[in-house]
């Protein structure tokens, strides 16, 4: 196959062209409901904060933001989350450039990356993982450039996009503590200056307004961060607790070959040799195994110690920058003759994903995407307007259920409610609120029952 520059930019184009494409469409065909995540991040970001009981606020931001824009379009957040992947690939093909003489190159390191799927069938659920992915790249990308160039505005455009990735989700900060090692070893080598602490300056600038806001709220988003990954039920062996040092490391470096998988065979078709060998006195393989293979290694070190169950959804932009790792071991194995033998299973995953999600979503029926939300929000609206003449302002749901629920009503009612946790004392009007009928029988307003809901408690003004 003879490669020109235009067939590169060619094939990249299409590829990008048709993700965000396909996967804005089948989830938007397939999905009667908005997934959980982005339910979640549309509640919150109805009541604009610096941050969120669960999670940093940028997700429910933008989320937000798109709202404002589109309204009540489900297509809209499907096509957020894709934004922010193809972004994600962009940027990495950019930073590829300084590792590859060869563009062809760089375009496979990219092709690789949909053979992990973070990047193809669990995109349309925008979440604080995907949120991370371009500020994950921006901030590899502009590191590199710090380094290389050592000048003051990429050391401040790095601390400005790490800010961003932390106030996407905190687990970015084990990207930030892989390269931090990283800078120790030039500092030590003296192959780096202490200009690169400018960087702090952007990244706690941007960051100050969330701290001080974790402070007033007593760490709300760390403690549940804590929570979720070793006192939650269901993360750990509570009679037997020694267990959780041993088996949930082992569950997750298991997960973490099933998840390669695709990507190896990929891989396979390309190289001539499997066997690797390392130079460890390359600078630039130096970096990517401090943005590839460390941050990694310190999540599996944080469930051996601690014996955290390391949710496999949370390792999404840690593979970003896999691709220019492998291809950057194998450049001098990789024959470009077989690179249509790549291609060929590139495009067999790229076209087996959708479809593999749209029977899925066809097939199975007790999915989040499943759920009426529109629909039970058009009976709960006709039973207010029978009722009441003013509009809701806030629906309250507290826990996994119930939160659910009226976070749904929150996005699909026509006057867009706030959603509470708990009632406010100084409102006395306007209100929904979702529990089971033992707990709402003194409910000062109108009972409600409806399928697929808990009963609901309705007080407004007649």
């Not at 938007?28 to 669960?54: C, H, R, V």
């Not at 901030?139 to 790490?162: D, P």
């Given at each position: 196959?003879?490669?020109?520059?235009?067939?590169?930019?060619?094939?990249?184009i299409?590829?990008?062209f048709?993700?965000i494409?396909?996967?804005?469409?089948?989830?938007?065909?397939t999905?009667?409901?908005?997934?959980?995540?982005?339910?979640?991040?549309?509640?919150?970001?109805?009541?604009?904060q610096?941050?969120?009981?669960?999670?940093?606020?940028?997700?429910?931001?933008?989320?937000?933001?798109?709202?404002?824009?589109?309204?009540?379009?489900?297509?809209?957040?499907?096509?957020?989350?894709?934004?922010?992947?193809?972004?994600?690939?962009i940027?990495?093909?950019?930073?590829?450039?300084?590792?590859?003489?060869?563009?062809?190159?760089?375009l496979?390191?990219?092709?690789?990356?949909?053979?992990?799927?973070?990047?193809?069938?669990?995109?349309?659920?925008?979440?604080?993982?995907?949120?991370?992915?371009?500020?994950?790249?921006?901030?590899v990308?502009?590191c590199?450039?710090?380094?290389?160039?050592?000048?003051?505005?990429?050391w401040?455009?790095f601390?400005?996009?790490a800010?961003?990735?932390?106030?996407?989700?905190?687990?970015f900060?084990?990207?930030?503590?892989?390269?931090?090692?990283?800078?120790?070893?030039?500092?030590?080598?003296?192959?780096?200056?202490?200009?690169?602490?400018i960087?702090l300056?952007?990244?706690?600038?941007?960051?100050?307004p969330h701290?001080?806001w974790?402070?007033?709220?007593?760490?709300?988003?760390?403690?549940?961060a804590?929570?979720?990954s070793?006192?939650?039920?269901?993360?750990?062996?509570?009679?037997?607790?020694?267990?959780?040092?041993?088996i949930?490391?082992?569950?997750?470096?298991?997960?973490?070959?099933a998840?390669?998988?695709?990507?190896?065979?990929?891989?396979?078709?390309?190289?001539?040799?499997?066997?690797?060998?390392?130079?460890?006195?390359?600078?630039?393989?130096?970096?990517?195994?401090?943005?590839t293979?460390?941050p990694?290694?310190?999540?599996?070190?944080?469930?051996?110690?601690?014996?955290?169950?390391?949710?496999t959804?949370?390792?999404?932009?840690?593979?970003?920058?896999?691709?220019?790792f492998?291809?950057?071991?194998?450049?001098?194995k990789i024959?470009?003759?077989?690179?249509?033998?790549?291609?060929?299973?590139?495009?067999f995953?790229?076209?087996l994903?959708?479809?593999t999600?749209?029977?899925?979503?066809?097939?199975?029926?007790?999915?989040?995407?499943?759920?009426p939300g529109?629909?039970?929000?058009?009976?709960?609206?006709?039973?207010?307007?029978?009722?009441?003449?003013?509009k809701?302002?806030?629906?309250?749901?507290?826990?996994?259920?119930?939160?659910?629920?009226?976070?749904?009503?929150?996005?699909?009612?026509?006057?867009?409610p706030?959603?509470?946790?708990?009632?406010?004392?100084?409102?006395?009007?306007?209100?929904v609120?979702?529990?089971?009928?033992?707990?709402?029988q003194?409910?000062?307003?109108?009972?409600?029952?409806?399928?697929?809901?808990n009963?609901?408690?309705?007080?407004?003004?007649?």
């Amino acid at each position: 196959m003879a490669f020109k520059k235009i067939d590169i930019n060619k094939i990249l184009i299409f590829f990008l062209f048709f993700h965000i494409v396909v996967w804005t469409l089948v989830p938007s065909f397939t999905n009667n409901n908005l997934p959980l995540d982005t339910i979640e991040a549309l509640a919150w970001g109805n009541d604009l904060q610096l941050g969120y009981e669960k999670h940093p606020p940028l997700s429910a931001w933008f989320v937000e933001l798109f709202y404002q824009m589109f309204g009540k379009q489900d297509w809209a957040y499907y096509f957020l989350s894709q934004i922010f992947v193809v972004l994600s690939f962009i940027i990495i093909f950019n930073f590829s450039k300084d590792f590859f003489k060869n563009k062809i190159l760089s375009l496979v390191s990219i092709l690789l990356l949909e053979g992990i799927y973070f990047y193809n069938y669990t995109t349309p659920e925008f979440n604080v993982n995907v949120c991370q992915l371009p500020f994950w790249a921006l901030s590899v990308y502009y590191c590199w450039k710090g380094i290389k160039h050592n000048n003051i505005t990429n050391w401040l455009l790095f601390g400005f996009f790490a800010a961003l990735g932390v106030l996407s989700k905190y687990l970015f900060i084990y990207l930030l503590i892989a390269m931090d090692i990283f800078f120790i070893y030039l500092i030590i080598n003296k192959k780096i200056n202490f200009k690169c602490l400018i960087s702090l300056v952007s990244f706690f600038a941007v960051l100050a307004p969330h701290l001080m806001w974790l402070v007033d709220n007593n760490y709300t988003t760390i403690n549940y961060a804590i929570f979720r990954s070793v006192d939650d039920p269901l993360s750990g062996f509570k009679s037997l607790e020694f267990l959780n040092h041993i088996i949930y490391p082992i569950i997750f470096l298991g997960k973490q070959i099933a998840i390669l998988i695709p990507f190896l065979i990929m891989l396979y078709f390309i190289i001539t040799k499997v066997k690797m060998k390392f130079n460890f006195k390359d600078e630039k393989l130096l970096f990517l195994i401090s943005i590839t293979v460390l941050p990694i290694f310190l999540i599996f070190l944080t469930s051996l110690f601690t014996g955290a169950r390391i949710r496999t959804m949370g390792m999404s932009p840690f593979y970003l920058f896999i691709g220019v790792f492998f291809v950057y071991i194998y450049q001098a194995k990789i024959n470009l003759s077989k690179f249509k033998n790549l291609f060929f299973i590139f495009l067999f995953i790229l076209f087996l994903s959708p479809i593999t999600y749209y029977l899925t979503s066809i097939s199975e029926k007790n999915e989040r995407t499943d759920y009426p939300g529109r629909q039970i929000a058009q009976k709960v609206q006709t039973e207010w307007d029978k009722n009441f003449t003013n509009k809701i302002e806030i629906v309250v749901g507290y826990g996994w259920i119930d939160g659910w629920y009226a976070q749904n009503l929150s996005y699909h009612l026509k006057s867009r409610p706030q959603w509470k946790m708990e009632a406010d004392k100084e409102v006395n009007t306007g209100i929904v609120l979702i529990k089971d009928f033992n707990t709402l029988q003194d409910c000062d307003g109108i009972l409600y029952q409806i399928q697929f809901l808990n009963d609901i408690c309705m007080i407004g003004d007649k």
